[in-house]
């Protein structure tokens, strides 16, 4: 990763010195005024458990009960889990759109999503979002898709076929307990559809403006009446996007993925899940580069990264009875990138065991245990380099987790925490405690309290990463250079949330959640004493500054989500976030840079208003009008994007999407943030079309 905000003369603001330390006591009132309005006003919302046979009643009632699994690694009704969820449903995914999970995410309130340019986004959850975000996991079918050596996803290559999603379970704010130190901030968890329920064929293509096609072809059936299976293969091209200037900016990308999932009853008590895919493409990006130290000569170039990669998964699931299950679950993925500034290669291998167990009539136990290893081999450039260039690292971990009913149906609390000892991170106990009170079957108000790590990644302990480079005052030149740390300390999160879900009457649901997180030990750059690279040639001057922990702070905020019912043909879903960040350096920090960005990087509010109308038989029409806030640090200014499709259903098996993307501009920046790998790009007002055939 190469720091274009750090170019020129501006590394120079990293030698100031900042003598605010003090955690910002005016967030915490913010904080509880916040907890204390909402308390007010949902203690007076109507509790009434009257039954209705309305249809837009049966539809709300649908949505509060959804079956999840990410909160507790056991299956739960959405309107009982006390945490802060937000459920994407095939549905929504249909009404959507949109053709990239990153889209689908902009409807979840509490999550930031900007695209950089055509192959790159930043995604997080409650702040500290850029490029390789790490305070936010990201699972597939259970397996983890961030990368060790930065802690953040590669959201070019999760490009999962929509058709075959059930559903993305979000959860804002730390799951560290069940899923470990790199769910500080949230957990993504995109889940498939068993293969008993893709059966048959099915075709599915588009193209439209910037050169947009795409194209997914499947199959499934059944073997011997107990396995099911699914292949599938998609592939698309996208031809870029305009950079800063409106000019080419050559990230034009394509990726081709094919896959296999098979479900198998092997027995009464047990079932086997195999799963795997293979992935290959190219794309596009303009970098900033070092091209030479002596003389120095820095600029942008023009960079193809060749990606690839792959996974196989296999889980077991065994049923001893009705109040007690296990299950074990094996994968391996590796994946390749040589470009655009480091090439890189990594191998994980992970196994988890877990056992879910009712004791009596008031506890419901689960624990289990897992050991994560990868092995990685960079290749370093003249812009970075990792030392040593390749490098095994492991994960231990064991969690344990009691929901305790202390009123059947009404008061459950939970408690729960994880253990983990990893190559950088060290030991670390991550607990956390949970209650939700549901006074009916209509209303649900929750409050936790979590205590997370965040275990640094190779980026800080082992990478260096020349900045920039200029002539000296006598005339040597100077490289000023980020240095990886071996040691920097894990960061550490104590959080406390609340909130309600419920439904307002017949016609209305709605879900708001409150926070105050405190952070410490977070990452900062420290400039350190000049010295001469004299056994390199050329000989230069270097400017050290090296990743420590010299940051502290807190954020705040209300995430509010909410389902309407005008009519029985029209559903509305509006949003709303407000984010607060208040983050202070150490007294002997020189660090001028990181928290300015930091707190300038992330809207302080977001807005989203969907809307799904359905006209006559088989055509519905669904538009998406998404607000975020300036970005004061990059600078970025405001901007709402709005969205549409028109879908045409021909029969259960054919339909027709005309969509549309960002209608109200024909270009807007939604990042351009200084410490990312790639420069940014202008989003464009798009359509295309789409066919979708089952057969």
Same mark, same amino acid.
């Given at each position: 990763?190469?720091?274009?905000?750090?170019?020129?003369?501006?590394?120079?603001?990293?030698?100031?010195?900042?003598?605010?330390?003090?955690?910002?006591?005016?967030?915490?009132?913010?904080?509880?005024?916040?907890?204390?309005?909402?308390?007010?006003?949902?203690?007076?919302?109507?509790?009434?458990?009257?039954?209705?046979?309305?249809?837009?009643?049966?539809?709300?009632?649908?949505?509060?009960?959804?079956?999840?699994?990410?909160?507790?690694?056991?299956?739960?009704?959405?309107?009982?889990?006390?945490?802060?969820?937000?459920?994407?449903?095939?549905?929504?995914?249909?009404?959507? =759109?949109?053709?990239?999970?990153?889209?689908?995410?902009?409807?979840?309130?509490?999550?930031?999503?900007?695209?950089?340019?055509?192959?790159?986004?930043?995604?997080?959850?409650?702040?500290?979002?850029?490029?390789?975000?790490?305070?936010?996991?990201?699972?597939?079918?259970?397996?983890?898709?961030?990368?060790?050596?930065?802690?953040?996803?590669?959201?070019?290559?999760?490009?999962?076929?929509?058709?075959?999603?059930?559903?993305?379970?979000?959860?804002?704010?730390?799951?560290?307990?069940?899923?470990?130190?790199?769910?500080?901030?949230?957990?993504?968890?995109?889940?498939?559809?068993?293969?008993?329920?893709?059966?048959?064929?099915?075709?599915?293509?588009?193209?439209?403006?910037?050169?947009?096609?795409?194209?997914?072809?499947?199959?499934?059936?059944?073997?011997?009446?107990?396995?099911?299976?699914?292949?599938?293969?998609?592939?698309?091209?996208?031809?870029?996007?305009?950079?800063?200037?409106?000019?080419?900016?050559?990230?034009?990308?394509?990726?081709?993925?094919?896959?296999?999932?098979?479900?198998?009853?092997?027995?009464?008590?047990?079932?086997?899940?195999?799963?795997?895919?293979?992935?290959?493409?190219?794309?596009?990006?303009?970098?900033?580069?070092?091209?030479?130290?002596?003389?120095?000569?820095?600029?942008?170039?023009?960079?193809?990264?060749?990606?690839?990669?792959?996974?196989?998964?296999?889980?077991?699931?065994?049923?001893?009875?009705?109040?007690?299950?296990?299950?074990?679950?094996?994968?391996?993925?590796?994946?390749?990138?040589?470009?655009?500034?480091?090439?890189?290669?990594?191998?994980?291998?992970?196994?988890?065991?877990?056992?879910?167990?009712?004791?009596?009539?008031?506890?419901?136990?689960?624990?289990?245990?897992?050991?994560?290893?990868?092995?990685?081999?960079?290749?370093?450039?003249?812009?970075?380099?990792?030392?040593?260039?390749?490098?095994?690292?492991?994960?231990?971990?064991?969690?344990?987790?009691?929901?305790?009913?202390?009123?059947?149906?009404?008061?459950?609390?939970?408690?729960?925490?994880?253990?983990?000892?990893?190559?950088?991170?060290?030991?670390?106990?991550?607990?956390?405690?949970?209650?939700?009170?549901?006074?009916?079957?209509?209303?649900?108000?929750?409050?936790?309290?979590?205590?997370?790590?965040?275990?640094?990644?190779?980026?800080?302990?082992?990478?260096?990463?020349?900045?920039?480079?200029?002539?000296?005052?006598? =005339?040597?030149?100077?490289?000023?250079?980020?240095?990886?740390?071996?040691?920097?300390?894990?960061?550490?999160?104590?959080?406390?949330?609340?909130?309600?879900?419920?439904?307002? =009457?017949?016609?209305?649901?709605?879900?708001?959640?409150?926070?105050?997180?405190?952070?410490?030990?977070?990452?900062?750059?420290?400039?350190?004493?000049?010295?001469?690279?004299?056994?390199?040639?050329?000989?230069?001057?270097?400017?050290?500054?090296?990743?420590?922990?010299?940051?502290?702070?807190?954020?705040?905020?209300?995430?509010?989500?909410?389902?309407?019912?005008?009519?029985?043909?029209?559903?509305?879903?509006?949003?709303?976030?407000?984010?607060?960040?208040?983050?202070?350096?150490?007294?002997?920090?020189?660090?001028?840079?990181?928290?300015?960005?930091?707190?300038?990087?992330?809207?302080?509010?977001?807005?989203?208003?969907?809307?799904?109308?359905?006209?006559?038989?088989?055509?519905?029409?669904?538009?998406?009008?998404?607000?975020?806030?300036?970005?004061?640090?990059?600078?970025?200014?405001?901007?709402?994007?709005?969205?549409?499709?028109?879908?045409?259903?021909?029969?259960?098996?054919?339909?027709?999407?005309?969509?549309?993307?960002?209608?109200?501009?024909?270009?807007?920046?939604?990042?351009?943030?200084?410490?990312?790998?790639?420069?940014?790009?202008?989003?464009?007002?798009?359509?295309?079309?789409?066919?979708?055939?089952?057969?």
């Amino acid at each position: 990763m190469q720091c274009r905000f750090l170019k020129g003369s501006s590394f120079q603001r990293l030698s100031r010195i900042s003598v605010d330390a003090r955690v910002s006591f005016r967030a915490v009132r913010r904080f509880r005024i916040i907890a204390e309005i909402v308390f007010i006003v949902l203690c007076g919302l109507p509790t009434s458990d009257a039954q209705t046979t309305d249809l837009t009643q049966k539809s709300l009632e649908d949505l509060m009960n959804i079956n999840v699994t990410s909160a507790s690694k056991k299956e739960q009704k959405v309107s009982q889990v006390a945490a802060a969820m937000f459920v994407i449903t095939d549905e929504d995914i249909r009404r959507s =759109g949109a053709s990239n999970i990153p889209d689908l995410l902009r409807m979840v309130p509490g999550l930031d999503v900007a695209q950089i340019n055509a192959s790159t986004w930043a995604i997080s959850a409650r702040g500290f979002n850029h490029q390789k975000a790490d305070k936010l996991l990201v699972l597939i079918d259970g397996r983890s898709v961030l990368t060790m050596i930065y802690g953040g996803v590669f959201w070019d290559t999760q490009d999962v076929p929509l058709e075959d999603i059930d559903r993305i379970e979000v959860i804002r704010g730390p799951g560290a307990t069940m899923w470990g130190s790199n769910a500080v901030n949230g957990i993504i968890n995109i889940i498939t559809k068993a293969a008993s329920t893709t059966k048959g064929g099915l075709v599915a293509g588009g193209g439209g403006f910037e050169d947009r096609v795409s194209g997914t072809a499947q199959y499934g059936s059944e073997i011997g009446g107990n396995t099911n299976y699914r292949l599938f293969a998609n592939y698309f091209n996208y031809g870029g996007l305009p950079s800063l200037t409106l000019q080419n900016g050559m990230d034009a990308w394509h990726l081709f993925r094919s896959g296999l999932r098979v479900d198998q009853k092997l027995s009464q008590t047990d079932t086997l899940t195999a799963e795997g895919d293979i992935y290959s493409g190219k794309e596009g990006s303009v970098i900033q580069h070092i091209y030479s130290i002596d003389p120095p000569v820095t600029g942008d170039a023009n960079r193809l990264a060749r990606v690839s990669g792959g996974h196989i998964l296999a889980r077991w699931d065994h049923v001893f009875s009705a109040r007690n299950d296990t299950a074990l679950q094996v994968y391996f993925d590796k994946y390749n990138r040589a470009g655009p500034e480091l090439g890189e290669a990594a191998r994980n291998i992970d196994i988890e065991f877990q056992q879910h167990k009712v004791l009596g009539e008031k506890h419901d136990l689960i624990w289990g245990a897992g050991l994560r290893g990868t092995s990685d081999d960079t290749e370093a450039t003249i812009d970075l380099g990792f030392s040593p260039g390749d490098r095994v690292t492991y994960l231990l971990n064991s969690f344990v987790q009691d929901e305790i009913t202390l009123r059947p149906d009404r008061l459950r609390l939970t408690f729960g925490t994880k253990v983990e000892h990893s190559t950088f991170g060290g030991f670390h106990v991550e607990p956390s405690a949970r209650i939700a009170w549901t006074p009916n079957a209509r209303h649900t108000f929750w409050a936790s309290a979590s205590s997370v790590s965040g275990s640094p990644n190779r980026r800080n302990i082992d990478c260096d990463i020349n900045l920039t480079t200029f002539l000296g005052p006598d =005339g040597i030149p100077i490289v000023p250079t980020l240095l990886g740390n071996p040691h920097e300390k894990s960061e550490g999160l104590i959080a406390f949330e609340g909130g309600y879900r419920g439904q307002l =009457g017949r016609r209305v649901s709605f879900d708001v959640a409150s926070f105050g997180n405190f952070y410490r030990d977070l990452a900062s750059m420290e400039s350190g004493t000049p010295y001469a690279a004299s056994t390199l040639a050329p000989s230069y001057n270097v400017l050290p500054i090296r990743w420590d922990n010299k940051i502290r702070g807190m954020s705040d905020g209300v995430e509010i989500a909410a389902s309407l019912k005008p009519a029985t043909f029209w559903t509305l879903s509006p949003g709303y976030t407000l984010l607060q960040l208040d983050l202070h350096t150490d007294p002997t920090s020189q660090d001028a840079v990181t928290v300015p960005n930091t707190e300038g990087s992330n809207p302080r509010h977001q807005a989203q208003l969907r809307s799904h109308v359905t006209l006559t038989r088989g055509l519905s029409w669904d538009t998406s009008a998404f607000f975020v806030g300036p970005l004061p640090a990059q600078p970025t200014p405001s901007y709402t994007r709005v969205d549409s499709q028109l879908t045409w259903g021909l029969g259960e098996r054919l339909r027709i999407s005309l969509v549309s993307q960002n209608l109200l501009r024909d270009h807007h920046v939604e990042s351009n943030d200084g410490f990312t790998t790639v420069n940014s790009s202008e989003m464009k007002r798009t359509a295309h079309a789409k066919i979708t055939w089952q057969f």
